[in-house]
């Protein structure tokens, strides 16, 4: 089914069908699909999805259209969407609309609710209760196992997951109980018998993508959350913990290249928007660029005298920038999946030094060779070789280091990587390479 | 529980609380705890783990020591481990032995196993067959719900995960029923009237991260894999799809700095190992900046006449590689996650044709305004404007460009990033700037 047969439908009014055929359809794949429509379409297209699918597959729509079609709902809509919406999707929904417009919707939806919701807004933005959804399954360690199938057979399909229930005493959480263990387990086992009181959590203060990091880490399917005096008050799923995963890293792989992070698409960005994620960085890296331009001016004496001198410029300057973003990207990656810590500093350093030397003296060696053969200029390709190897260890110093402080200070290290790791390692290395052409050539 | 603690356990023969102590332990933590120990510690301390748990500890553990540890295994202990472990997991540790020991191992399992493994190893590495397991509950469609949830008790500990049975009639798969329909639904209902029909699938030959990817769009926690005929053949499960994930991520970051891609981890790779992974791009990037080199040289009339032209190259050539490899990162990472498409193509030329603009607009009344005040050279201001401004368009446009190409080649997006953009961003702009120039200053 693809739009066109989707609006054919429509417009021959053959609804039936219509219905029929988008029932047929996976929430996600459904979501997809209505994207491509005109917002007209979309708000009569959707009062035909069954009730119990729209609050799935409106979670799964983007921003505008959810706001387009939040704009063409009657009241008593809104209200029965929400209520059917789990708390943490209802929730990303909330957090980008001005607070009178989500004031208005809360109004529409149940009090349990509305205090739920209520209650998420107000996590910081990027920590790991923002993320949790309030709709688990809690027993008491007194229940037994079929006492809790009951329960999970009465409440269950309300629940974000079914997979791992809560064992809570007093609202202080005891233990898990899988689904597995309540499936293979007699009826009249009591839970306290079969929980497993050593487990994984996290607190709602936690940073979104450290809990990420947890479910990669053991691959759990959800993590429950606990406030600072240990009550649960929610549980984080295995695919919102995909989704942080994902934007965490795109968030890294983009500053790691000079651009400002944005939540937005790069589609959905606005041509106005782009430029303005991208020109602070820019500025700061010409302008600090320039700081080479003027040490340059200053050997003004050794160029003219052997304009060739210029000519390896560019090619100092970029084997520089690419040993330093190699070491850096190394360092920035290995601490965002958690394989390097501070502890490592001095091995680090040790075999970055080793690796620049050997990678050094392997590029010193192919181009001293070429500038000799090309030239005939002995001293010139000893100039050029040395000034590689010195640049080389320099940039890869600097590219090692700096990441790592930045992670020690609480700085985000992925702004430590190629670009600004460039613009410090070109000035060293064309002060390296006209101190040594000075010297050699006696300048 | 610390390594010194675990020693002194070890050392004053406290067998007891030793076991005791390690029975405690979330098998991931203990197998990040005993990769402290050295090899004959481990050997000691591992036989000490329950039998059950042990399998899963040393699917924890790290290469290294997973060969450490089979080489201090008898063979009757070398079967009952790989018995033991999921297929996918016992496949892993084989893939990177030699065939010898390969056969060797295996003459230790069981007959079943044996095929199994034999079966996986055949896939290609980088496919979905390669991660799947075939520990999954299959079920026909006249089973009761209460038959299913027997066998799910009989059978269910050994299974990868319980939580999604698969409906199989003469091999084929008809669909999928989960743990949540069977445990909300009456024991006497038949498996056909609750299964889903419509599931995502994916086949053996099918890209891991393809695969890994459905994992991120559906928030499911098993897929089933088929083979060409339909059969089914196993399932991939969400934390082995996370897993990859993390691992073609860090491949792409690495790429896009010219490193060449490595299993290993960071520590772990040696520095030659290290200078392997790096010398390769380093060389071929660098011999490429000779060439901007080369045309440099024949502009040395021109600079030779006004010297302050060379020290513009530095920010031209930093500015020009900037903003190119802001534009191929958006879209390489825009490419990986599934959010850009080919059909995008035009739409993001235009794009970022008009972001250029106003990028180059801002940089050039930034610089050209310093460089008038500066040098009250009017001239040089503009000659650094306009270039500024060509430089931007064609730096943003072939760093959009390339990786798109690439794409739809069927090459990896990822190694038309930073440093190849920079590179040839490098020669465009200095030709742009010299030809400007001489233009200019009638040199």
Redesign the interface.
């Known amino acids: 089914m693809k739009r066109n047969c989707l609006l054919k439908l429509l417009t021959e009014k053959r609804y039936l069908e219509l219905k029929e055929l988008m029932s ?3 929430s ?1 794949d459904l979501a997809d699909l209505l994207m491509e429509l005109e917002d007209q379409e979309l708000a009569m297209v959707f009062r035909m999805i069954d009730k119990d699918k729209a609050a799935e597959v409106f979670a799964y729509m983007d921003d505008d259209q959810q706001q387009a079609l939040l704009g063409s709902f009657t009241n008593q809509e809104v209200g029965h969407i929400l209520d059917a919406m789990y708390t943490d999707d209802a929730v990303d929904l909330l957090e980008d609309m001005p607070a009178n417009v989500v004031n208005r919707l809360l109004d529409q939806v149940s009090k349990d609710t509305r205090s739920d919701i209520n209650r998420l807004l107000k996590y910081p933005e990027d920590s790991a209760g923002s993320i949790m959804t309030v709709e688990y399954i809690d027993v008491t360690p007194q229940m037994t196992v079929q006492q809790v ?1 009951d329960k ?2 009465r409440v ?2 309300h629940s974000e997951t ?2 791992t229930c809560y064992v809570v005493e007093k609202r202080k959480l005891k233990g898990i109980i899988t ?2 263990a ?4 007699d009826g009249d086992l009591l839970v306290e018998e079969l929980m497993e009181e ?1 487990y ?1 959590f996290i607190r709602t203060t936690d940073d979104r993508e450290e809990a990420a990091n947890l ?5 759990l ?1 959800a993590i429950p959350v606990v406030d600072q005096e240990g009550y649960i008050v929610g549980i984080v799923t ?2 919102d913990a ?2 942080v ?2 934007e965490e ?2 968030e890294d ?2 500053k ?4 400002s992070s944005s939540e937005d ?3 959905k960005t606005s ?2 928007g ?2 303005r994620q ?2 602070m ?3 700061i ?3 600090s ?2 700081v ?3 040490i ?2 200053k050997y ?1 004496n050794a ?2 005298a052997i ?2 001198l ?6 100092l ?3 520089g ?3 330093g ?2 070491s ?4 920035i ?2 601490l965002a ?1 958690d ?2 810590h501070f502890s ?1 500093f001095f ?2 350093i040790w ?1 970055e030094f ?2 620049a030397l ?2 050094g003296a ?2 010193a060696m ?2 001293g060779l ?1 500038i000799y053969l090309v030239y005939r200029n002995f001293a010139m390709a000893m100039v050029i070789a040395t000034s590689l190897v010195v640049t080389i260890v320099i940039a890869k110093l600097v590219g090692c280091i700096l990441p790592i402080l930045a992670k020690q200070l609480h700085m985000d290290p992925a702004i430590m990587a ?2 600004l790791i ?2 410090i390692v ?1 000035t060293c290395s ?1 002060v390296i390479y006209f101190q040594i052409a000075t010297l050699v050539f006696h300048l």
């Open positions: 047929e359809y996976n996600v199938l999970i057979r269950g399909i079914v997979y689904a597995e309540l499936m293979t387990h050593k994984v479910f990669r880490k053991y691959g399917i295995f695919d995909m989704d995963l994902t890293t795109t792989i983009h790691m290249a000079a651009i698409s790069y589609l041509v106005f782009h430029a991208r020109i960085w820019l500025l890296l010409m302008f660029a320039t080479t331009g003027a340059i001016t003004e160029f003219t304009p060739l210029v000519s390896f410029i560019p090619m300057m970029d084997t920038g690419n040993c973003s190699q850096s990207t190394l360092i990656r290995g999946v394989e390097l490592d091995t680090i075999k080793r690796v050997v990678v392997a590029l192919a181009n070429r190629s670009p460039t613009t070109d064309i």
